[in-house]
């Protein structure tokens, strides 16, 4: 599904204009990232899932073109863990 299906479908459902399902979908994701940035960010969207942040330690990688060692630097990347509902719907769809 792409962002103009998924604005389309939220103004059907909604019964609002497109323009409006498109803000209030900008609100939501602009929400996610003001979260994630924060120190320890985490937004928890109840039948949907969590987004947090993880730091990633510093580790040795093979770069696999050339089979050379090289050191991964560490890092902070943001999570996603879908909740116990989707998790289901998801089963069920299958």
């Known amino acids: 599904m792409t962002k103009a299906e998924l604005v389309n ?33 985490k937004i928890r969207v109840a039948d949907l899932g969590t987004f947090r942040v993880i730091k990633k330690k510093a580790r040795n990688g093979v770069n696999p073109q050339t089979r050379k060692k090289i050191k991964i630097p560490a890092t902070v990347v943001p999570r996603f863990s879908p909740s116990a509902a989707l998790k289901e719907a998801v089963k069920k769809a299958k």
């Open 9 to 41: 479908r939220m103004a059907e459902e909604a019964g609002i204009t497109k323009k409006a399902a498109g803000a209030a979908l900008s609100g939501f994701v602009g929400a996610i990232y003001d979260s994630l940035k924060k120190k320890d960010g």
